[in-house]
C-alpha cells in the first residue's frame, strides 16, 4: 500500500531513502535546512571501504584522544566541554574501546560496506547514471614499523573475514603508483575498495528524484514534532507544518538534535572533516590513507582530494586553519612533489558527519513512534 512519507534530511542517506522508498511505490518529501548542495555528503573522501572494520572506538583511541587535546594539528581533536549529551557520548564512547567491541563489529561494517558497492552498482546500471566510480582499492602508506605492523595485522583480520588485502613491499608499491614519488617504508593494500567523486552521484540523485516526482524541500529547518498515541502526527519547519503515514530521521550530525524532542537519546557527536582539492596533476592514482597523519587522498574525477581530522567539537561552521594546515602538511609529508597552494588551502570545505558512541550506524524503526524509521 503506497504512504507518503517525509524524509527529515537530504544528504546521501536521505536522497537514497527516498529513491528505495519511492522505487516501492510511495509519496516521498525530502526536507533539508540547506541548499542541498554542501555538507559530509559532498567533500567526503570518496570511498566505499570494506577495508574500513575498524570502528572509531577502539583499544587506546579515547587515551590518543585525550593526548591530543593539547595538539591543535593532531589527526583525531575531541574538544572537552560541559555539555550533558557530550559527556554522555563520551563515557559511552570510552566504554565501547575495547577489543571485543571490536570484534563484534568487525562483520558488522564489513557487511554494510559491501552492501553500499553492490547498491552503487545497481542504481548506476539501473538508471544509467554517469557518476565516476572506480574499483582501485587502497593504500595503507606507512612511515614507521610500528604503524606497518598495525596495519598488517589489520589486513589479517580483513583476510579473515574474506577481503583481499597484503603487505606490498616498496618494489611492488613504485609498480602501483609509477608517476608519483611516495615518502614510506612500507604500505597494505586493500584490493577491495571502491572510490568515487561524491558531488556528481549526489547531483544525478537529486536530478533523479526530481524528475520522478519526489519534493526536494530545501532551505527548510524542522524545528518540532508533534507525537500522539506513539505515532508522529505533525512536524514543524520554519516555513510551515506537514503531515505524513510515515517518517524517517536521516538528519546526519543533527538527528540526536531532533531525536531529542521524540523523547529519543541518540548518543551520536558531530565530526567535522575537511578537505583540499587540487586540479593540478598530482600523478595519483590509486586512493590511499596516510596512515600516521590519518590523511585520507582520493583522485577524482578532474582533481586529487586531501581530506583529514576529525574534529569533535559541536555542531559549529568554524574553520580551523592549523587542522587544515595539518593535511597539507601530510600531503607534502607523504608525497614530496606534491605542494598545495595558498589558494587550493583557502578554498577548503568542511562537513559534518554524525559519530555514534560506538562506531556503528542507528538503523531501524523506533520502539518509541510506530512511524518513524532511523536512519543516521
Same mark, same amino acid.
Given at each position: 500500500?503506497?504512504?507518503?512519507?517525509? /524524509?527529515?534530511? =537530504?544528504?546521501?542517506?536521505?536522497?537514497?531513502?527516498?529513491?528505495?522508498?519511492?522505487?516501492?511505490?510511495?509519496?516521498?518529501?525530502?526536507?533539508?535546512?540547506?541548499?542541498?548542495?554542501?555538507?559530509?555528503?559532498?567533500?567526503?573522501?570518496? &570511498?566505499?571501504?570494506?577495508?574500513?572494520?575498524?570502528?572509531?572506538?577502539?583499544?587506546?583511541?579515547?587515551?590518543?584522544?585525550?593526548?591530543?587535546?593539547?595538539?591543535?594539528?593532531?589527526?583525531?581533536?575531541?574538544?572537552?566541554?560541559?555539555?550533558?549529551?557530550?559527556?554522555?557520548?563520551?563515557?559511552?564512547?570510552? *566504554?565501547? @574501546?575495547?577489543?571485543?567491541?571490536?570484534?563484534?563489529?568487525?562483520?558488522?561494517?564489513?557487511?554494510?560496506?559491501?552492501?553500499?558497492?553492490?547498491?552503487?552498482? !545497481?542504481?548506476?546500471?539501473?538508471?544509467?547514471?554517469?557518476?565516476? &566510480?572506480?574499483? *582501485?582499492?587502497?593504500?595503507?602508506?606507512?612511515?614507521?614499523?610500528?604503524?606497518?605492523?598495525?596495519? /598488517?595485522?589489520?589486513?589479517?583480520?580483513?583476510?579473515?573475514?574474506?577481503?583481499?588485502?597484503?603487505?606490498?613491499?616498496?618494489?611492488?608499491?613504485?609498480?602501483?603508483?609509477?608517476?608519483?614519488?611516495?615518502?614510506?617504508?612500507?604500505?597494505?593494500?586493500?584490493? @577491495?575498495?571502491?572510490?568515487?567523486?561524491?558531488?556528481?552521484?549526489?547531483?544525478?540523485?537529486?536530478?533523479?528524484?526530481?524528475? $520522478?516526482?519526489?519534493?526536494?524541500?530545501?532551505?527548510? *529547518?524542522?524545528?518540532? #514534532?508533534?507525537?500522539?498515541?506513539?505515532?508522529?502526527?505533525?512536524?514543524?519547519?520554519?516555513?510551515?507544518? &506537514?503531515? $505524513?503515514?510515515?517518517?524517517?530521521?536521516?538528519?546526519?550530525?543533527?538527528?540526536?538534535?531532533?531525536?531529542?524532542?521524540? =523523547?529519543?537519546? #541518540?548518543?551520536?557527536? +558531530? =565530526?567535522? =572533516?575537511?578537505?583540499?582539492?587540487?586540479?593540478?596533476?598530482?600523478?595519483?592514482?590509486?586512493?590511499?590513507?596516510?596512515? %600516521?597523519?590519518?590523511?585520507? /587522498?582520493?583522485?577524482?574525477?578532474?582533481?586529487?582530494?586531501?581530506?583529514?581530522?576529525?574534529?569533535? !567539537?559541536?555542531?559549529?561552521?568554524?574553520?580551523?586553519?592549523?587542522? /587544515?594546515?595539518?593535511?597539507?602538511?601530510? $600531503?607534502?609529508?607523504? &608525497?614530496?612533489?606534491?605542494?598545495?597552494?595558498?589558494? %587550493?588551502?583557502?578554498?577548503?570545505?568542511?562537513?559534518?558527519?554524525?559519530?555514534?558512541?560506538?562506531?556503528?550506524?542507528?538503523?531501524? *524503526?523506533?520502539?518509541? @513512534?510506530?512511524?518513524?524509521?532511523? +536512519?543516521?
Amino acid at each position: 500500500m503506497s504512504k507518503n512519507v517525509i /524524509v527529515i534530511g =537530504g544528504g546521501i542517506i536521505g536522497l537514497c531513502s527516498a529513491y528505495y522508498l519511492h522505487k516501492e511505490g510511495h509519496q516521498v518529501t525530502v526536507i533539508d535546512q540547506s541548499n542541498m548542495d554542501e555538507g559530509a555528503s559532498y567533500v567526503n573522501a570518496g &570511498y566505499l571501504s570494506p577495508s574500513h572494520i575498524i570502528p572509531l572506538s577502539a583499544p587506546g583511541v579515547m587515551k590518543k584522544g585525550l593526548k591530543w587535546m593539547l595538539n591543535p594539528s593532531s589527526p583525531l581533536y575531541i574538544k572537552p566541554r560541559l555539555d550533558v549529551d557530550f559527556l554522555k557520548w563520551a563515557w559511552a564512547f570510552n *566504554k565501547s @574501546c575495547n577489543a571485543k567491541h571490536v570484534e563484534r563489529s568487525i562483520p558488522v561494517i564489513k557487511d554494510i560496506a559491501v552492501l553500499s558497492q553492490e547498491l552503487y552498482d !545497481a542504481i548506476k546500471k539501473d538508471e544509467n547514471f554517469s557518476f565516476h &566510480y572506480d574499483k *582501485k582499492g587502497l593504500l595503507m602508506l606507512c612511515q614507521t614499523e610500528k604503524t606497518l605492523e598495525s596495519e /598488517v595485522k589489520i589486513a589479517k583480520m580483513a583476510n579473515d573475514v574474506g577481503l583481499e588485502a597484503y603487505e606490498v613491499t616498496l618494489q611492488e608499491l613504485k609498480q602501483l603508483e609509477p608517476n608519483v614519488s611516495i615518502n614510506a617504508i612500507g604500505a597494505v593494500y586493500f584490493k @577491495c575498495d571502491y572510490h568515487t567523486t561524491p558531488d556528481e552521484f549526489m547531483k544525478e540523485m537529486k536530478n533523479f528524484l526530481k524528475n $520522478a516526482g519526489v519534493q526536494l524541500l530545501m532551505n527548510e *529547518k524542522v524545528k518540532d #514534532l508533534e507525537v500522539q498515541n506513539n505515532n508522529i502526527t505533525k512536524i514543524t519547519t520554519d516555513k510551515q507544518q &506537514y503531515k $505524513a503515514d510515515e517518517y524517517v530521521l536521516a538528519a546526519g550530525s543533527w538527528s540526536s538534535l531532533l531525536s531529542k524532542k521524540l =523523547g529519543i537519546k #541518540l548518543l551520536l557527536q +558531530a =565530526g567535522k =572533516g575537511y578537505r583540499i582539492n587540487t586540479t593540478r596533476n598530482t600523478g595519483i592514482t590509486i586512493p590511499a590513507i596516510l596512515t %600516521e597523519a590519518k590523511v585520507a /587522498v582520493t583522485p577524482m574525477n578532474g582533481f586529487t582530494r586531501f581530506g583529514g581530522t576529525m574534529e569533535i !567539537a559541536g555542531i559549529n561552521r568554524n574553520i580551523n586553519k592549523v587542522r /587544515v594546515e595539518a593535511i597539507a602538511n601530510a $600531503a607534502t609529508k607523504y &608525497y614530496p612533489d606534491v605542494k598545495l597552494t595558498d589558494d %587550493e588551502k583557502n578554498n577548503v570545505a568542511f562537513g559534518l558527519r554524525p559519530v555514534s558512541y560506538d562506531g556503528l550506524p542507528f538503523i531501524g *524503526k523506533s520502539e518509541k @513512534c510506530n512511524n518513524l524509521t532511523i +536512519a543516521a
